[in-house]
């Protein structure tokens, strides 16, 4: 297992190389898949997308400690698209913030890693999500109480593409680049699918570029499984002055594991025991 | 009687507030200067957010600042930021139970002339079902002043109610508001009224009518509407044996259904409810739309005389 000292993530920008952010976000993708089947619930597919992205936030980027989750100096992480909470929660154990054995503890009655984010009951969640649409409005109001304490630390935020369908995203998309806030990062998990189908099907949010640069945004348009590009793009992000940045990551639903790319249904179901096994085979792991 | 402006006293203690404490910051949603939240965005620019006409994201912005340790006060019409904002006030407010105080003003009827679109008659029953919220609403302009300080340093979620029009004065500078208790403005035997806001003036005003017809009526201000006073409402009502609510809001969840859940799982006593009924309003002048809904004196003795009638 891979496993790092808190305080190899008290600075951004760590020493990292892609072949190490590839293992860990494997060993993710697999817990990811873990939790859901114990628990035959959940949503795998989003979380399968976000993994890479999450990965290199917590290994690469992001000033935090695990040993201290309210540490004044941290970056924010708030995962708007909040049923993607199993990446979360994995990214969250593996950097240390709970034992690996917490994991078990989502969806379960009186477990501390709820259905989506809680953060009265989770050690390094932000801010409680779920509900698509506030998630990014509180990364908001995080940036600009930053900016009102003229602190440097920064607020990362990923939401879906499904999720931007909200209006609520586009009350904050407006807010965020009327109140110039540099310091915040939003990177949107764009796999195409939701619940219903391809994005484009049931509502499409395209051109996603064009509307959040109409928006005042900087935007950044990266393949979000690739680590030097996303590495890239969040480095990129801090140079902005006076815009927020959106980062649109094209990534796969259910990136991973091939029978579970790119299908829809793998949105809110578990993989049922003998996919699981061949799905974790596929990830490498020995049996 | 002296008329005072609730909205006013809101504006002048937030900028109290804001003088004393760094931490407090104010959202508004194109509303500042009706809310009077505008007096504060004068004096502390820096810490006042215009989150523009987009109440949800001003709901999770708040939610964002509080979470990173600012007391936000957050502002708009009472509608808009109880109805249309609802589900990210339960979310990203009540869900985490975080620090920020909804004040909204242009509760109730009392709106007036803008009508039923802007009329918030549903707004207590829509905070008062959300976990962690405490839902208050005030009668004047002294009382307003004390709550709006006991909610900034209160932990947690608030909702206060605040009208457009301005009301009758109630209290003087001796009262001492208190989360969650209740406030016996006038004792008596025969019957508890139980009011809030606006109504807490005609119940004052019943008391002494009926007072000279024999009938001696307990009057209660009840402003924090969750969580409820219970041990007042039940020794009250088993001392006089009935009781009538009376609010500037729907019967269907308010102040009336907060004392009806009380008195009949406690102490069921005969029990008469003034509100809106389960209508929506409509323009006019709101001292007019008051009484056209029978939200006065004397909707309040028709409602004793017929929760006596029953208690006989």
Redesign the interface.
């Known amino acids: 297992m891979i496993r790092f000292e808190p305080s190899f993530f008290l600075e951004r920008n760590r020493e990292i190389d892609d072949v190490t952010l590839r293992a860990i976000a494997r060993e993710v993708r697999k817990d990811i898949l873990k939790m859901t089947s114990a628990v035959n619930s959940g949503h795998p597919g989003g979380s399968m997308s976000a993994a890479d992205i999450l990965v290199t936030l917590y290994y690469y980027k992001m000033r935090h400690n695990p040993e201290n989750p309210k540490w004044e100096k941290r970056d924010r992480f708030v995962l708007s698209k909040g049923h993607s909470s199993p990446a979360l929660y994995s990214v969250l154990a593996r950097t240390g913030y709970f034992p690996i054995e917490k994991l078990k503890e989502f969806r379960v009655l009186e477990g501390d890693l709820q259905g989506h984010p809680?953060?009265?009951t989770t050690p390094g969640v932000?801010?409680?999500?779920?509900?698509l649409?506030?998630?990014?409005?509180?990364?908001?109001?995080?940036?600009?109480?930053?900016k009102?304490?003229r602190s440097d630390s920064r607020v990362y935020c990923m939401i879906g593409d499904g999720e931007a369908q909200e209006?609520?995203v586009w009350?904050?998309a407006?807010?965020a680049s009327?109140?110039n806030l540099d310091n915040l990062c939003v990177i949107l998990d764009n796999n195409n699918l939701q619940i219903d189908g391809p994005v484009d099907e049931v509502m499409s949010i395209y051109p996603t570029v064009e509307k959040w640069k109409a928006f005042g945004w900087h935007v950044i348009e990266i393949n979000g499984h690739d680590f030097k590009e996303i590495k890239n793009a969040l480095d990129e992000a801090d140079t902005v002055k006076y815009k927020p940045t959106m980062i649109v990551a094209r990534t796969v639903k259910g990136k991973g594991v091939s029978f579970m790319e790119n299908r829809a249904e793998w949105h809110g179901k578990a993989l049922p025991p003998d996919l699981l096994k061949e799905a974790l085979k596929e990830l490498g792991e020995l049996s | 009687m002296e008329k005072v402006s609730l909205r006013d006293a809101y504006g002048d203690t937030l900028v109290e507030l804001g003088k004393e404490d760094e931490r407090i910051v104010v959202l508004d949603a194109d509303l500042s200067g009706s809310t009077k939240t505008a007096k504060f965005a004068k004096v502390f620019p820096e810490r006042f957010f215009n989150m523009g006409i987009a109440e949800i994201n001003m709901m999770n912005v708040a939610a964002g600042l509080a979470v990173s340790g600012k007391i936000p006060f957050v502002s708009t019409f009472a509608i808009f930021g109880t109805g249309r904002a609802w589900e990210a006030v339960r979310q990203t407010i009540c869900y985490p139970n975080l620090n920020v105080k909804v004040v909204c003003s242009h509760g109730g009827i009392t709106v007036g002339e803008d009508g039923a679109s802007h009329q918030a008659l549903e707004d207590v029953s829509l905070m008062r079902s959300l976990p962690n919220m405490r839902v208050i609403v005030p009668a004047d302009d002294i009382e307003t002043r004390q709550v709006i300080r006991k909610v900034a340093y209160t932990e947690g979620p608030f909702y206060v109610r605040l009208s457009r029009e301005k009301f009758p004065r109630i209290f003087d500078e001796t009262y001492r508001f208190e989360v969650g208790k209740g406030h016996v403005l006038r004792e008596g035997e025969d019957v508890t009224v139980i009011s809030n806001g606006v109504m807490t003036h005609f119940a004052l005003l019943a008391a002494e009518i009926l007072e000279k017809e024999g009938i001696s009526v307990e009057v209660i201000h009840m402003s924090t509407v969750k969580p409820v006073d219970v041990e007042l409402v039940v020794d009250s009502a088993l001392k006089t044996g009935a009781v009538v609510t009376a609010e500037e809001h729907s019967i269907i969840g308010g102040l009336g259904s907060a004392v009806a859940e009380v008195l009949v799982e406690n102490c069921p006593v005969p029990l008469e409810r003034l509100g809106t009924p389960d209508v929506f309003g409509l323009s006019g002048k709101g001292w007019d739309l008051l009484h056209y809904f029978g939200l006065d004196e004397n909707g309040i003795i028709a409602k004793v005389k017929k929760v006596l009638e029953r208690k006989k």
């Open positions: 809680s953060m009265l932000e801010i409680s999500t779920g509900s649409g506030h998630g990014i409005g509180a990364a908001v109001g995080m940036a600009l109480a930053l009102l304490d209006g609520s009350e904050s407006m807010a009327h109140y």
